[in-house]
């Protein structure tokens, strides 16, 4: 734990006292709203030592606490050891929400401090409603964390490239048109977007501002007439690429500018924006005088299904990225064998090589998660020189990886053997693979959501009184995000929006079993929807397997596999060799034949 956490803390608080603050609400976000954050926005992280990518802290006067979920409890329970914050367990019997805490000590008069660049303006609503049921007051102009972080990291200053028409699909222009075609139907004449997804994914445009995420800081104004500004900062673009986008309508301004922009909207002008991915901040830019359309960004729902010829190119990043893996995976294998030192770290180096030889690798999509035994148990685990484990040939290692490339984004968990296994371990492992292929040869109804599907990953395993505590399945971008909405496969949320699956929508598909100081278990492939056929009923939807890397069976208990369940582990490896064998040889391809031969019997 970093030595200066607690003197942070303490001019945290002192500045709460000059301002007359008696609570100070630190969310893990960005202008943006983004998942994963640029180093200028990590004041949650800088403030507590907790550097998962999800957590909120509250501080008041007497107390310091961080709200986050099951993936980060064990990390987060290290990495807070003697800094003054506490750890509240969202979502965990007796532990209510932070707002709810906070909302029971509040008095008449206090006041309630959050960084309008760090707050949606949905949740500043919602602050609000709550803290004045109490007589408090939510102050959105008050920065208290950056007012005492000195040495602050400054904005990234990354260039900004084209994404190359050849994989890119749509046009600008046609996209543009899409959304303008939207925005009249809600009657709107303007549309500002600050989600940096949807951004690049309309413009066309790629960066590295957001460590693996292929993605630049930006916000955008799109007229239902005429062109559109970018408000990204023109020194992030070279001189043919400004032109470019000038030919298109598309103008660079400073990225400070938006709120000036706002501020300029026609009185009889309507603006539309998502209130759950505008901050406050940019919000309280836009004049009275607007009306406002809030809805979700058309563009959201446009990126998540991906076009044909999008597929064509993930379905080739997929054999790339399984080739790649397979390499790596052999290597890791060969080297314990030969009784070679290896560690965590020496896995996401290996993984890493692998797929940076890969034709059209761009870098990671996230962190390489490589646990060992009992590491593999933490679901967003992260080996650093600092704390990993050395491999040994036993057990478990869980490989949660992914990639970016032109042609699409990729994210695979895969369970390792690395000599004799428990009959624990391959017990766990049977009874989630047995989820994962449940969802996997799942037919639907058109219109079925995630959360109605979700049981079906989950059943095998609270059969046996198991289950995990997060979702079963997150979209994915094409050269985005790995992360991406508005689908997802999870439970029920109270008052959740229930987002029908397409067809061309990708997926991931990833039950998982944690036992704490033991091990954990996670199987992990990409699906796209796709139409499966039309009965009296109505259309039916499935699921196609994308990813392309064989199981390692040895970790299974094959005899907890109905017949069913078996012939499809070995239809998917049939279809895996078939992939990647010409794109391997050598040690590679024989690893490759081994680990896809039929099971027989």
Not at 383 to 403: M, R, Y
Request: hydrophobic residues 45%; contains cysteine.
């Amino acid at each position: 734990m970093n030595a200066t956490v607690p003197a942070r803390l303490a001019a945290l608080r002192h500045a709460m006292q000059q301002h007359g603050v008696a609570a100070c609400i630190v969310p893990s976000a960005d202008p943006h709203l983004s998942e994963y954050l640029p180093g200028h926005w990590q004041a949650r992280a800088w403030l507590s030592g907790f550097d998962g990518s999800a957590g909120t802290l509250v501080v008041t006067a007497q107390h310091a606490g961080l709200w986050t979920d099951s993936r980060y409890f064990s990390q987060a329970e290290k990495q807070l050891d003697g800094s003054g914050f506490a750890l509240m367990k969202l979502r965990v019997p007796h532990t209510p929400e932070h707002l709810l805490w906070l909302a029971e000590r509040l008095h008449d008069g206090d006041v309630v401090a959050v960084a309008g660049d760090s707050l949606p303006l949905s949740a500043q609503r919602q602050m609000e409603a709550v803290f004045g049921e109490r007589g408090a007051r939510l102050r959105t102009d008050l920065d208290l964390p950056g007012a005492i972080w000195t040495d602050r990291p400054a904005l990234p200053r990354a260039p900004v490239t084209e994404h190359p028409p050849a994989y890119a699909g749509a046009t600008r222009a046609d996209k543009l048109a899409r959304l303008r075609a939207a925005m009249r139907r809600q009657g709107a004449s303007h549309h500002l977007l600050s989600s940096l997804d949807d951004i690049a994914w309309l413009t066309n445009l790629r960066g590295s501002d957001v460590e693996c995420n292929p993605v630049f800081l930006a916000h955008l104004l799109v007229p239902a007439e005429g062109g559109a500004t970018l408000f990204a900062g023109r020194g992030k673009f070279d001189d043919a690429l400004v032109a470019r986008l000038a030919a298109d309508g598309i103008a660079v301004a400073d990225y400070a500018a938006t709120s000036d922009a706002l501020a300029d909207l026609p009185a009889d002008g309507a603006l539309l924006y998502d209130p759950a991915r505008v901050v406050a901040a940019v919000a309280a830019a836009i004049p009275a005088r607007t009306k406002r359309v809030e809805a979700a960004n058309p563009s959201t729902a446009f990126k998540a299904v991906k076009s044909a010829d999008e597929l064509d190119h993930i379905r080739e990043v997929m054999r790339r990225d399984g080739a790649a893996l397979a390499g790596a995976f052999r290597e890791i294998e060969q080297q314990l064998a030969a009784g070679k030192p290896l560690t965590e770290l020496d896995v996401h180096r290996l993984v890493h090589a692998a797929r940076a030889a890969q034709p059209g690798f761009a870098g990671e999509s996230f962190a390489t998660i490589a646990g060992y035994q009992a590491n593999g148990a933490l679901p967003h685990y992260r080996a650093t020189q600092a704390s990993h484990s050395a491999l040994k040939a036993e057990g478990l290692l869980l490989v949660d990886s992914g990639g970016q490339y032109l042609g699409g984004t990729t994210d695979i968990t895969r369970v390792l053997a690395l000599g004799p296994t428990t009959a624990e371990q391959r017990r766990d492992a049977s009874l989630v693979m047995k989820g994962m292929i449940a969802l996997s040869r799942a037919r639907f109804p058109k219109g079925a959501s995630g959360p109605q599907l979700d049981a079906l990953a989950r059943a095998p395993l609270w059969a046996a009184g198991c289950d995990y505590g997060h979702g079963t399945g997150h979209g994915v971008g094409y050269f985005l995000n790995v992360h991406e909405g508005p689908q997802s496969i999870r439970p029920p949320v109270a008052g959740g929006a229930l987002v029908a699956l397409e067809p061309g929508m990708v997926t991931s598909i990833e039950p998982g079993l944690y036992k704490p100081g033991r091990h954990g278990i996670r199987h992990e492939n990409l699906a796209v929807v796709v139409e499966a056929d039309r009965t009296e009923f109505g259309d039916f939807l499935a699921f196609e397997t994308l990813t392309l890397c064989p199981f390692d069976r040895r970790a299974l208990d094959l005899q907890l596999l109905g017949p069913d369940e078996r012939a499809w582990l070995d239809d998917y490896h049939a279809t895996v060799r078939a992939a990647l064998a010409p794109l391997l040889k050598g040690a590679d391809l024989a690893w490759l034949e081994r680990h896809c031969a039929p099971l027989g019997g």
